[in-house]
């Protein structure tokens, strides 16, 4: 369990021993910092057909069936509905059909996860085809 210090402040690993996943029920922060450098990538290709990636994701409205979330117990039934209503997103499926690469299972399930902030390049490229 990871405890803030004084200040408030906490960290999960550093540059070295990092974590690379988390569960988290919810999580709040002030920003989030992606690696991006240029020297730490290689096969780098324009995204192509965005307008049309974008055109064929559907965004929806849901709430969370706690019974099947990962790590629900009869114990913490309770603490786990409490956050289950009126989120907006993707189907992990449907963005599977356009855009796979963002599409991995949860590690030890049959449940399939989103990584949402690399849809950010593609609205980016979709804009501009727009604007062209």
């Given at each position: ?44 290709v324009k995204i192509d057909s965005a307008s049309d ?80």
């Amino acid at each position: 369990m990871m405890r803030p210090t004084a200040n408030n402040f906490g960290k999960l690993g550093n540059a070295t021993n990092r974590f690379f996943e988390g569960h988290f029920n919810s999580l709040f922060v002030g920003g989030i910092q992606i690696t991006s450098d240029a020297k730490t990538k290689t096969n780098v290709v324009k995204i192509d057909s965005a307008s049309d990636k974008i055109a064929a994701l559907r965004g929806v409205s849901y709430d969370y069936i706690p019974e099947a979330l990962p790590g629900y117990t009869p114990e913490n039934a309770e603490r786990m509905a409490a956050n289950t209503q009126n989120h907006l997103g993707f189907i992990a499926q449907e963005v599977e059909r356009v855009l796979p690469e963002l599409v991995k299972p949860l590690d030890g399930t049959d449940i399939k996860t989103v990584n949402y902030t690399e849809i950010i390049p593609v609205l980016v490229e979709a804009f501009k085809e727009e604007k062209a």
